[in-house]
């Protein structure tokens, strides 16, 4: 239960962390909360020959909302979400995602960035800001560039990210003030990974529907958009956990049938919520 | 080796730390303070809690190293805290702890849950509780104290 050995580089500066990461012998790795990577390197299942932390970089942790963009820094905690001290675009939703992330004291030093570049498929972020529509922000050795969470998460444990590559940060749309969003996570524990999550955004002064389910085998499943649709326009009746199980078979994605039984409960309590008084 | 500055019960102190040491190997076997105490090192039972900067953190799933510049709190720090006082009373008079292996964990997220929380209900205090794991006294006489404990600061 102890990690291998590795390097420890402190980056008090962007470019360097970079550089760092370019220029590393063999497997290097950027540590922000550590709370997926320290356990992992505890249980050995990765084992880094260095570790650039990048906890004391300012670019990463600027917060801020303006023309209907909110974006979030990559180092904001969980907790600092839950807290309300990022302002609220969402209508609550990201502040009741970050509440059932883990334990306070893993929300207290766990950063959003993290989640979505560990892009473990029970995590939360992943699912819940797809649905939102949100575009990582990224930098490299010569650019920035920006990608839709859509395109950047590609699999399990796997996004779109080169080696010298670092998320600063996440633009998330504003809900619209008729906007209405639903968020279901089935664990048997509070705190613990999810066995699936429903995720429902529906923001019609945008034109805008999406309907995600979360831990699966794979990245976040963004479901056919004539159902997102259809509920945008007809709301939840009926939305019961056959017709989920129907929208899953819709968009191709086979899993046995105690997962698709508890998918199809996901989505559509995520649906149902996102309608309740 | 790293070299790092860290305050530790009040006391700043610098160190040479191996990268790869916990905070929580750190704190025990450098430090000497065992109060701290280690289960599951990878961040689940809560066991480890400790107040990094004020708040309650994992101190198996953080590197002393890159905890530099940071002040932390163990349970040896806190003998004349007000709050933590009233919880090892409660905890006592509650049977709140047996073998006493997860109470340094559990008085560091009861002491959260009481500064940060002072109106939560029972169903509130157990979902906080649902990161510190305790196998031997069970949960009645844990969540009772800390009921009491909010119960008597509310006056
Ligand atoms: C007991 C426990 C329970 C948990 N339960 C949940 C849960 O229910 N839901 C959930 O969603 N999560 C859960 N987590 C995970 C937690 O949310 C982590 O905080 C988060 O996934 C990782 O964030 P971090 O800052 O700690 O990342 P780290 O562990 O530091 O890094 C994780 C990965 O991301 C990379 N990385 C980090 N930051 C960046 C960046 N800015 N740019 C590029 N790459 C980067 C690292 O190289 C590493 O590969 C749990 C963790 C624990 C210990
Ligand atoms: S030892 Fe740290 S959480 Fe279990
Ligand atoms: S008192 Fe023994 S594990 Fe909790």
Redesign the interface.
């Given at each position: 239960?102890?990690?291998?050995?590795?390097?420890?580089e402190?980056s008090t500066d962007l470019g360097e962390a970079i550089s760092a990461l370019g220029q590393a012998d063999g497997f290097a790795k950027i540590?922000a909360g550590?709370?997926s990577l320290?356990?992992m390197?505890?249980?050995r299942l990765a084992q880094p020959d260095s570790?650039v932390?990048i906890?004391a970089l300012h670019d990463l942790k600027r917060i801020s909302l303006d023309n209907g963009q909110l974006y979030v820094g990559a180092l904001t905690t969980h907790?600092m979400i839950e807290d309300g001290l990022v302002p609220d675009a969402t209508q609550g939703m990201m502040q009741r995602v970050a509440r059932q992330i883990?334990?306070?004291?893993?929300r207290?030093?766990g950063t959003i960035g993290g989640s979505v570049a560990h892009a473990d498929p029970a995590a939360d972020w992943p699912t819940a800001l797809l649905a939102l529509g949100a575009v990582a922000v990224i930098q490299g050795a010569n650019a920035e560039r920006t990608m839709p969470l859509g395109d950047f998460q590609i699999g399990a444990f796997t996004v779109a990210l080169e080696p010298d590559e670092v998320i600063l940060g996440f633009s998330i749309p504003e809900l619209s003030a008729d906007a209405r969003w639903g968020y279901y996570k089935v664990c048997r524990?509070?705190?613990e990974f999810a066995d699936s999550i429903g995720a429902l955004v529906i923001d019609p002064a945008r034109s805008f529907a999406r309907l995600v389910l979360g831990a699966t085998d794979g990245a976040p499943l963004l479901l056919p958009p004539s159902a997102a649709d259809k509920i945008a326009s007809s709301g939840a009746d009926g939305f019961d956990i056959a017709a989920a199980r129907a929208v899953i078979a819709e968009a191709g994605a086979t899993f046995e049938e105690y997962e698709t039984q508890i998918h199809g409960a996901a989505l559509s309590r995520a649906v149902q919520g996102a309608f309740a008084a | 080796m790293?070299q790092i500055t860290i305050t530790i019960n009040g006391e700043r102190i610098s160190a040479e730390v191996?990268?790869?040491t916990?905070l929580a190997?750190f704190l025990r076997d450098d430090q000497r303070l065992t109060g701290t105490h280690l289960g599951c090192?990878?961040?689940v039972c809560?066991a480890c809690?400790v107040m990094?900067d004020g708040?309650?953190?994992?101190s198996?799933?953080?590197?002393a190293?890159?905890c530099?510049g940071s002040e932390i709190r163990t349970i040896e720090d806190f003998d004349d805290d007000d709050v933590m006082g009233d919880l090892r009373d409660a905890f006592t008079a509650h049977h709140g702890l047996q073998c006493g292996y997860c109470t340094p964990g559990m008085l560091?997220?009861a002491r959260?849950i009481v500064t940060r929380l002072p109106d939560a209900d029972e169903k509130r205090i157990r979902?906080?509780l649902?990161?510190?794991l305790c196998r031997c006294t069970g949960y009645v006489g844990i969540v009772n104290a800390i009921k009491a404990v909010l119960a008597k600061r509310k006056g």
């Open positions: 239960m102890k990690p291998a050995k590795f390097d420890l402190k540590v550590g709370q320290v356990p390197m505890n249980l570790l932390d906890r907790a883990a334990y306070r004291a893993v207290n030093r524990k509070p705190g | 790293t191996e990268p790869r916990s190997d090192e990878h961040g809560g809690t990094v708040v309650p953190q994992r198996c799933i953080a590197f190293a890159t530099d560091a997220t959260d979902l906080e649902s990161g510190n």
